[in-house]
């Protein structure tokens, strides 16, 4: 069995997660699904956070577990999991990138969006606030762009939950190393029906940074609530993987 940290992504929360984790846990993990700082439930100040301040502080959480943990980042926790490896590598067993952003050191997300035409569907998904330094996304394009392919019900409910994101994570280069983030494991879960991260992106950033192994999924940019359960199954196998190879040292 393997512990698991799931890491959300923009303008979401630990909420995302709860369909999945009861599914992992009835094979037997250990789930720590937690709010990034001024996500979610958690009320820091927005302008006190930054892609340092969260991958410091997923990094803490992975460094107090009592075994290397399985860290999973869905979209642009991508880039959280990245930093958070490369600050505490010995503790990680793997990286899942979940229809996330996987860039190379010294890339930003805003770089790697640039490399696809933008896709009709995603046009005016976001709103800006007056000072342009925070986004939310528009009511609208919840289900046109994020959750395409999930249940109405709950295309509702991330609605209400989700929230503002700071959009200095989208401009702030990411600082990684082979010795550090490069020595760890890293598998990909690709979604083909995304509207957020096309799937032509996705398979560019894979082929950049090739994976030691990529899964396909036929769902929208979020499976956490449109196919949990093959979500679950998919980091199962992956854990089983992880679990049954000696970790690097």
Known sequence: MATFVLIHGAWHGAWCWELLVPLLEEEGHRVIAPDLPGMGDDFTPLNQVSIEVWARFVADIVSAQPEPVVLVGHSRAGIVISRAAELAPANLRGLVYLAAFMVRNGQTLEEVMRQVPPRPESANSLEMSDDRRFSTIAPDAMERVFYNSSPRSLVARARALSGPEPMTSFTTPLQTSEEGWGRVPRFYIECS????????????????????????????????YSAPEELADHLCSVAEELVAQPMRT
């Open 193 to 224: 029906q995304d509207r957020a991260i096309a799937p032509d992106l996705q398979r560019l950033m894979q082929a950049a940074l090739p994976c030691r192994r990529s899964i396909s999924m036929s769902t929208d940019h979020s499976p956490f």
